[in-house]
Structure formats: C-alpha cells, structure tokens
C-alpha cells in the first residue's frame, strides 16, 4: 500500500509540473521570491490547475508517509519526472524515443536497484526529541535562504539553479513535515489542531510553494528541474535516517551497490529534464497540440 499510494501520489504530482511552470514563466522577474508572486499565479487558471493537482498528490503522500519510511517513499516519488515526461509526450502526440525510454528505464531499474540492495526501513514513526527537530529545520532553513538569495543576485541559468536547489531542500523538509503531521492523526483532531504540525506544515508548504514558483519564473527547466526533482527524495531520505532513525543496510557490498543504483537513477532523472521536449512544453511560448486548437 505504501508503494501504491507513493505511486500515485508521483503520478498526481508529475501532471501539476508542467502546468505550473508554463503559468509561473510568464510572471515578471521583479516578483520573483515575493508573496506576490503566488497572488499573480492564482488568477491564472492553468496555475489553479497544477494547484489542484500538488494538493492531490499531497493528501496521496501524506497518506503514504503516515506509516512509510522517507528512505522509501522520497525515491518513489522521484517518478513524478517519468510521469511528466510519458503526460509530455501524450499531449503534444510524439512518439517517445530509443534514448528517452533508455533513461526512463535507467531510472526503473536505479530505483528498484536501490530498494532490493539498501534494503531501507520500510515502516518509521515521525518521532523526535526538540534538540532534532530545532537542529534540522534551522540547517534547512539556512540552506533554503542561501540559495534563494543566491538565486535573487544571479541570472540566467546560475538563477534557475540556486532558486531549484532552495525549492528541492523546502519539498523535502515538506514531506517531513507532512510525516510528522500525518503522524498525529492517530491522537484525534482536537489535539491534532492543538499541536504544532499543521502550522508548521501550512508554512512550509507556502513556501515551497513560492520557491518551486519562482524556479519555475526563472526559466530554464532543463536546468532546475532536475536539481529539484534530484535535492527533494535526497534530502528528505537524509533526513529520516538522521532525525528518525531510519536505516539503510550498507554492509559489504551493499554499499558500494547502492551508490551505483542511486548515480543510475541520477543519470536518468538529469536526462530526462534536460530533454529538450521538456523544455520546450514548459516554456511559456510553447505551442498548443494540434489536437487541443482543433
């Protein structure tokens, strides 16, 4: 169940991609990183859209993490790319070609790798002392703000990657977020809303949300798609093997074989964003399917 609904929350999510980045590239750089951003975006439809699906894809991952471990559902997730890639490609009726299956499958076969080789804690509950929690979210945050305001001083393809490095790190450290606060629903909802978790998750969501939003602005998909798509099951997999105690077997050669699973999945996923297909349907000029003018 915990593979199913990482799956489709993947699935949910990778459709929302493509919609919010060709809505978010035709907002003006001077509100990039800014509040007001995300009250341009929200009067465009195709933007609501991508919103609406990001909210799906959420509930599906909260509902996968609420038992699963991040060391497992972070790199399922990672799919979402395949899934943006196949919906591409539908869309605009081509054909997929040798070498993009080729990375397709690299990734299959670096994510099954990685999961029969590490063999990773399967199940995790999201407990953590105060020391953890303080620790782990000032290390994000001051990561997050390094980026970012690298990104707000650079131009070009040096700003798509320091503002897709700030939004992979926030994603991450959301999907911890939502673990943590999928966790308490078992203790009712008067002290659901009583504690810190949906708070705490209602601001880091927002502010993924802006920082994806304005990666997105900056243009260059090929360029800070696959930083995010990369950072975020990264991250969020250190994360729980340091805050939850989650494991990976690494004796013998699992090590050095998880590693080679892991820089195939990398290779595959770096591939397919830097396809030029990708940024091409995400650019904010980027052609209607014949079918759809019709």
């Known amino acids: 169940m915990i593979v199913l609904l990482s799956l489709l929350s993947a699935l949910v ?4 991609v493509v919609l919010q980045r060709r809505a978010a590239m035709d907002e003006p750089a001077d509100q990039a990183a800014k509040p007001g951003l995300l009250i341009h975006l929200v009067r465009r439809p195709r933007w609501l859209m ?3 699906a990001d909210v799906g894809g959420f509930a599906l991952l909260a509902a996968a993490l609420s038992r699963g471990s991040l060391v497992v559902v972070q790199p399922l997730v990672t799919t979402s790319l395949l899934f943006t890639f196949v919906f591409i490609s539908v869309w605009y009726h081509e054909p997929i070609s040798a070498a993009e299956w080729s990375a397709m499958l690299l990734v299959m076969a670096g994510l099954a790798a990685f999961l029969i080789v590490a063999s990773p804690t399967e199940t995790s509950t ?3 002392d105060r020391r953890g929690w303080l620790l782990c979210s000032s290390t994000v945050t001051a990561l997050v703000v390094v980026a970012a305001g690298g990104g707000l001083r650079a131009s070009g393809p040096a700003r798509a990657a320091c503002f897709g490095v700030a939004a992979g790190l926030a994603d991450a450290f959301v999907s911890v977020l939502a673990k943590a606060f999928a966790g308490s629903w078992d203790q009712g909802l008067a002290a ?7 708070y705490a998750l209602l601001a880091g969501g927002l502010t993924a949300l802006l920082l994806a939003s304005t990666a997105y602005q900056a243009g260059h998909p090929t360029v800070s798609l ?5 950072a975020d ?8 093997i340091s805050l939850f ?3 990976l077997e690494l004796n013998g ?6 590693v080679l699973a892991l820089l195939a999945m990398g290779t595959g996923l770096v591939a397919l964003g830097r396809n030029s297909r990708v940024a091409r349907a995400m650019g904010p000029d980027a052609p209607e399917p014949v079918a759809a003018a019709g």
Do not use: K, N, Y
Not at 13 to 16: A, K, L, Q, T
């Open 13 to 16: 999510f990778g459709g929302g």
């Open 50 to 52: 991508g919103l609406a």
């Open 126 to 128: 999201a407990v953590a």
């Open 192 to 198: 659901l809303f009583r504690s810190w978790t949906p």
């Open 226 to 230: 696959p930083i995010i798509t990369v």
């Open 233 to 240: 099951p990264l991250v969020g997999s250190l994360i729980g």
């Open 245 to 247: 105690g989650e494991r």
């Open 253 to 258: 050669l699992r090590g050095p074989g998880m």
